[in-house]
Structures are given as C-alpha cells and as structure tokens.
C-alpha cells in the first residue's frame, strides 16, 4: 500500500512542478521599492511589477532579463491593469537588442497612448521606465504588469520568420506529445490506484453491503 500512494504522490508531483508557474510580485512605490533594480526572469518564472502611483523619484527604471533556453527565446509583456488618466505619469517600455541587425522598441502606455497587449519580442531585456511629471502636485496614477520568458507558442507581435514558424510548429509539436504522454499516464495512475485499492481492500465490497443493510 505505501509503494502504491508513494508512487502516486511522486507522479502527482512531477507534473504539478512540471506545469507550475512561480510569479513574483515586486512593488515601484514607497521605501521597499525596486527602481533601478535588475531582475533575472528564468523559464516558468513570472514577474508581476505593480505600482499605486507612490513611486519615491520622479523617474523609476527596472531592467529585466530573461533566460535563454531551448524553448525560450524573447521576453513577453502583459499590462493588466493601468490608469494614467491624470495625464500625470507615463510607463515606457524598451527592448534591448544586443549585437543584432533588429532596431530597439520603443512602447509607451499614457493617457494620450496605449500599447497593444501582450507583446512578445525576440529581445531578451526590458527597460521599463515610469516617468512621473515633476510638476503634478498630487499625481494619481496606478498599473500592474508582468513580464514573462517568451516560450513555446507564446504570441509574437512582430511578423514571424518563416524559420521561427517552423520552429514554432515543432515545439507546438513537442507541447502536444508530452501532454499526450501525461494524461496517458494520468488515466493509468487511476487505473493502478483502483487496482491498489481494491488488491489492499479485498472485502471492501462486502463490508459495505453489511453496512447499508444494518
Ligand atoms: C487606479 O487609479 C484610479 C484613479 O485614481 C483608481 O480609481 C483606481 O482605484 C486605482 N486602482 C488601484 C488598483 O489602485
């Protein structure tokens, strides 16, 4: 019996880790905040970076990397949520290409501007800049986003290569297989814990009768 639920427990296990997202929320505003800060963000990581528009300096800039992998390549951007109505702050966005023939982009999101979201781009670092107006006495703004490894079949914004195409059918290829695999295994896991269940409760069935009759 315990062979069986260690079994189940271990497998159980290895496809939460498998499909787990780790996010982590980190604040620009007040005494703890994280301006100028720079942030390693690994494949099935998530940064969520959050500010209630109490930012310490008039000008607040992150820089964000994410790791290249087999199956990651780019970084994606998510606004979840934002107010720039009081035409107060802006929140500019830069991706940085090193030592490629690809021009950085540049994308803002104000109260005169607002960026199309998500966006993914084969850079691998991210400036995100919130740039407040000196001059705006009690400045009112707020917005949630969150950067993530663009990996498998995430979206691309810029048209993608014919290759890049390519290589995203396979690894949508790839995806499906080992998500065959799972449930496949999932549904025999079943199977083996009924069997375990009922070699360990042999009289299960009798008990229950006796029971329901008395
Ligand atoms: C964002 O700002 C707007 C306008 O000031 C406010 O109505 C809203 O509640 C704020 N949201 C958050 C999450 O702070």
């Known amino acids: 019996m315990k062979t069986c639920v260690c079994v189940i ?20 505003d007040g005494l703890d905040s994280v301006c100028s800060n720079a942030y390693e963000i690994k494949e099935g990581n998530e940064l969520h970076l959050v500010s209630k528009g109490m930012v310490p300096k008039s000008m607040c800039g992150v820089r964000l990397n994410v790791q290249r992998s087999q199956n990651c390549r780019g ?65 009112k703004y707020n917005f949630s986003a969150t ?29 499906g297989i080992v998500v065959g695999i799972c449930l496949c295994f999932a549904f025999l896991m079943l199977f083996f814990a009924a069997w375990c269940y009922y070699k360990n409760h042999p009289n299960r069935g009798y008990t229950m009768s006796t029971v329901s009759k008395a």
């Not at 290409?97 to 850079?123: Q, T």
């Not at 663009?150 to 995203?168: F, Q």
């Open 147 to 175: 950067v993530y490894p663009r990996c498998g079949d995430d979206v691309v914004y810029r048209p993608p290569s014919r290759l890049a195409m390519e290589e995203k059918t396979k690894m949508t290829l790839i995806h």
């Open 9 to 28: 427990v271990g497998f159980v296990l290895m496809c939460v880790s498998a499909v787990r997202v780790d996010v982590t929320t980190v604040s620009l």
């Open 75 to 139: 970084v994606c951007f998510n606004l979840r949520s934002s107010n720039f109505a009081d035409c107060s702050a802006r929140l500019v966005t830069t991706e940085i290409h090193f030592g490629e023939m690809v021009s950085d982009v540049i994308r803002a999101e104000s109260c005169k501007e607002s960026m199309e979201v998500p966006w993914c781009s084969s850079a691998h670092t991210l400036i995100l800049d919130l740039i407040v107006d000196d001059t705006a006495t009690n400045p």
